[in-house]
């Protein structure tokens, strides 16, 4: 959530963050609800303090006298009023909580302006993109695919969007994680074994809710919410927490598996691995000062860039604008890698900065040295990698005209060869 300090002292920062982002957020009803609770606060504190002195003057009286039993109903009509604003502050703090949360992160300067991905900003380009070959084909019109992955026995296990990795398909998803957690460990972020389910308040802190509940799958009876990263556990890991200073930055990274129903997804996007409901990824998580933060931002981007130039596939980095960008970041890197054979761009990676408002969320502070007071810490978080569209261009990408995928070198020592052949 946003600074209050912004919504009462400059509401029209907060304003100039919802255009940008081109996010349905009524403002004036937050305005207006916070304002309405102010007031009650103030009024329920004032009666309670003509209480306290009523109290302290009744100590003074004579029980039974006129002036104590003239006290008396007063105190009771104090009391009832007091009953009264208590049940209406309560019920406005509902609607206020709910209104508060529905205020989207404010975009960083820098964030160029837009609603849709045209407007995105190509950062930088890395790699060579050869021509293409007549052999070169997407990885879904594979005539061998089912020995690798097999979509339709996912279908009816689960259903459409849980495909089944099958022999060289699973060995080399796994190699992947383990490069990524590797490379990982090598710079220094601690790895954590992660819940796969989370509760009502782990999601809310991390922005998932109530924004994202929809996308997210749920069990009815114990109200857990499956991660649609594992961004969200990470990060709760030190919720309602205080921090020295001196454990500053905090490095983590998790894998997991990933849950998103991806509800009005169609077409091309869907096909294949392209786009399912469930998938692996390792993901990098940072908890900052407030002044390194964007440093940090950078950093993050180059080391998922570190990752795709390890494994010699040609990617771009996109600046997200306003209307493309998340509703907790202030500022988001995407990372491309280029699928030959389908001859675009897939989403790998996103690395964002989302400053204080997921740390307010989950009260995650650190007492600063100099002045002795507690701060909230930075967030960020950064996919280090997602699986599925690595395996999507590292098969239509190797692929060789004898059919045989050729695998880069950094995954041979995981792989134990340096091909996969169809049988």
Same mark, same amino acid.
């Given at each position: 959530?946003?600074?209050?300090?912004?919504?009462?002292?400059?509401?029209?920062?907060?304003?100039?963050?919802?255009?940008?982002?081109?996010?349905?957020?009524?403002?004036?009803?937050?305005?207006?609800?916070?304002?309405?609770?102010?007031?009650?606060?103030?009024?329920?504190?004032?009666?309670?303090?003509?209480?306290?002195?009523?109290?302290?003057?009744?100590?003074?009286?004579?029980?039974?006298?006129?002036?104590?039993?003239?006290?008396?109903?007063?105190?009771?009509?104090?009391?009832?009023?007091?009953? !009264?604003?208590?049940?209406? %502050?309560?019920?406005?703090?509902?609607?206020?909580?709910?209104?508060?949360?529905?205020? @989207?992160?404010?975009?960083?300067?820098?964030? @160029?302006?837009?609603?849709?991905?045209?407007?995105?900003?190509?950062?930088?380009?890395?790699?060579?993109?050869?021509?293409?070959?007549?052999?070169?084909?997407?990885?879904?019109?594979?005539?061998?695919?089912?020995?690798? %992955?097999?979509?339709?026995?996912?279908?009816?296990?689960?259903?459409?969007?849980?495909?089944?990795?099958?022999?060289?398909?699973?060995? +080399?998803?796994?190699?992947?994680?383990?490069?990524?957690?590797?490379?990982?460990? !090598?710079?220094?972020?601690?790895?954590?074994?992660? @819940?796969?389910?989370?509760?009502?308040?782990?999601?809310?802190?991390?922005?998932?809710?109530?924004?994202?509940?929809?996308?997210?799958?749920?069990?009815?009876?114990?109200?857990?919410?499956?991660?649609?990263?594992?961004?969200?556990?990470?990060?709760?890991?030190?919720?309602?927490?205080?921090?020295?200073?001196?454990?500053?930055?905090?490095?983590?990274?998790?894998?997991?598996?990933?849950?998103?129903?991806?509800?009005?997804?169609?077409?091309?996007?869907?096909?294949?691995?392209?786009?399912?409901?469930?998938?692996?990824?390792?993901?990098?998580?940072?908890?900052?000062?407030?002044?390194?933060?964007?440093?940090?931002?950078?950093?993050?981007?180059?080391?998922?860039?570190?990752?795709?130039?390890?494994?010699?596939?040609?990617? =771009?980095?996109? +600046?997200?604008?306003?209307?493309?960008?998340?509703?907790?970041?202030?500022?988001?890197?995407?990372?491309?890698?280029?699928?030959?054979?389908?001859?675009?761009?897939?989403?790998?990676?996103?690395?964002?900065?989302?400053?204080?408002?997921?740390? =307010?969320?989950?009260?995650?502070?650190?007492?600063?040295?100099?002045?002795?007071?507690?701060?909230?810490?930075?967030? +960020?978080?950064?996919?280090?990698?997602?699986?599925?569209?690595?395996?999507?261009?590292? +098969?239509?990408?190797?692929?060789?005209?004898?059919?045989?995928?050729? %695998?880069?070198?950094?995954?041979? @020592?995981?792989?134990?060869?340096?091909?996969?052949?169809?049988?």
């Amino acid at each position: 959530m946003i600074d209050l300090k912004i919504l009462r002292e400059s509401p029209d920062v907060a304003r100039d963050g919802i255009r940008k982002k081109h996010i349905d957020c009524d403002l004036e009803a937050v305005l207006k609800a916070d304002e309405e609770r102010r007031k009650l606060i103030v009024d329920v504190e004032s009666l309670r303090a003509e209480q306290k002195s009523a109290n302290a003057e009744m100590a003074q009286m004579q029980k039974g006298s006129p002036e104590f039993l003239e006290k008396v109903g007063e105190m009771r009509t104090l009391s009832s009023s007091i009953k !009264e604003i208590d049940v209406a %502050l309560k019920a406005l703090d509902e609607t206020w909580n709910d209104l508060y949360l529905s205020v @989207p992160n404010i975009p960083h300067e820098s964030v @160029p302006e837009g609603k849709s991905e045209s407007e995105n900003v190509e950062y930088k380009t890395w790699g060579e993109i050869p021509q293409q070959e007549a052999y070169q084909i997407p990885h879904y019109d594979f005539d061998w695919l089912e020995q690798i %992955l097999d979509f339709k026995r996912g279908t009816k296990v689960t259903g459409a969007g849980f495909p089944f990795f099958v022999g060289d398909g699973a060995r +080399l998803a796994r190699s992947l994680v383990s490069f990524f957690l590797d490379q990982a460990g !090598e710079s220094g972020i601690q790895e954590m074994a992660v @819940p796969f389910f989370v509760n009502a308040e782990s999601a809310t802190a991390t922005g998932q809710l109530p924004d994202k509940e929809g996308q997210m799958y749920q069990t009815i009876q114990d109200g857990l919410y499956a991660i649609p990263t594992a961004e969200v556990p990470l990060t709760n890991f030190l919720r309602d927490e205080i921090l020295e200073e001196s454990d500053l930055p905090i490095y983590r990274c998790g894998y997991s598996a990933c849950f998103r129903r991806e509800a009005g997804s169609y077409g091309k996007d869907v096909r294949g691995l392209n786009r399912v409901h469930q998938f692996d990824k390792v993901e990098v998580l940072k908890w900052v000062k407030p002044e390194t933060s964007y440093a940090e931002l950078d950093s993050l981007r180059e080391y998922a860039e570190s990752l795709l130039q390890k494994l010699g596939l040609p990617y =771009r980095a996109l +600046l997200m604008c306003g209307g493309v960008m998340g509703f907790s970041q202030t500022k988001q890197y995407d990372l491309e890698v280029w699928a030959m054979g389908q001859q675009r761009w897939l989403e790998v990676s996103s690395c964002s900065n989302f400053e204080s408002f997921q740390s =307010r969320r989950a009260k995650i502070r650190y007492k600063d040295l100099e002045t002795g007071k507690n701060e909230f810490v930075h967030t +960020l978080n950064g996919s280090g990698l997602a699986v599925p569209r690595v395996f999507v261009a590292i +098969l239509e990408n190797g692929l060789q005209a004898d059919g045989s995928v050729k %695998l880069p070198e950094v995954l041979v @020592p995981y792989m134990g060869k340096d091909r996969i052949e169809p049988k």
